[in-house]
């Protein structure tokens, strides 16, 4: 059982380029999410996803885009990279949104 | 949205409890309070969660306040594994749950 699984784990982007993180689960979870985390900060919610074909923002949703085709995947997007998008990204899945949240380990970028 | 406050940072000696505070004073009555930890390099892991009543598991204890505006993260006996930065979250928004993270308290866990 491999819970959420994040592609790539590491990644650094010139500015301007785009790219795509796929976060993977395989418990059949309903909600999933994406998040950063910047040096010694707390995570932030970007966007969103309450089932399949459904995405919604989180507190910072700016200079990114989500999808949710299949039920498992939950891809997170930067169209044009800035270096403010350095981050930590986490992406964490949910059965019902009121229980335990399952994170992946993360793909951290940085953005030159 | 409702945001939850935290020390930044806590101490304690292993092999003694620790209460780690939170107050989350706007949660709502329907969102429920939620614990995670993240140790260096990590995701988050769940630790615990609860609605009103205490909670226990074998990790450690939820005591929420009976307003609900506060909550303790009860570990019972601290090892140095559990040093880390432990979150509480509410989980808000009613049918469109989103799971928002504060700052955090870095525990730190001496020997």
């Known amino acids: 059982n491999a819970g959420v699984t994040q592609t790539p784990k590491f990644r650094v982007l010139k500015t301007g380029q785009s790219m795509t993180l796929l976060c993977a689960q395989d418990?059949?979870?309903?909600?999933m999410y994406w998040y950063r985390q910047d040096p010694g900060m707390g995570l932030r919610l970007i966007h969103y996803?309450?089932?399949?074909?459904?995405?919604a923002k989180g507190e910072v949703p700016d200079g990114y885009n989500v999808s949710r085709l299949k039920k498992q995947n939950f891809l997170l997007g930067l169209e044009s990279a800035a270096p403010s998008q350095t981050s930590v990204y986490f992406c964490?899945?949910?059965?019902?949104?009121?229980?335990?949240?399952?994170f992946g380990q993360g793909t951290r970028l940085t953005v030159v | 949205d409702a945001k939850t406050t935290q020390p930044n940072s806590m101490e304690s000696n292993e092999e003694e409890p620790v209460h780690l505070p939170c107050n989350h004073s706007?949660?709502?009555?329907?969102?429920?309070i939620h614990w995670y930890r993240q140790l260096p390099s990590q995701g988050p892991e769940y630790v615990i969660h609860?609605?009103?009543s205490n909670v226990n598991n074998r990790m450690a204890s939820l005591a929420i306040a009976e307003d609900r505006k506060s909550s303790t993260l009860i570990l019972h006996r601290a090892t140095l594994r559990d040093a880390a930065v432990y979150y509480c979250?509410?989980?808000?928004?009613?049918?469109?749950?989103?799971?928002?993270f504060g700052t955090g308290t870095l525990l730190a866990v001496q020997p």
């Open positions: 964490a899945s949910s059965p019902t949104g009121f229980t335990e949240a399952f």
């Open positions: 418990m059949n979870h309903e909600y």
């Open positions: 996803s309450v089932g399949e074909g459904t995405t």
């Open positions: 706007t949660i709502s009555g329907t969102d429920y």
């Open positions: 609860g609605l009103t």
């Open positions: 979250t509410g989980n808000y928004g009613g049918a469109t749950n989103k799971l928002i």
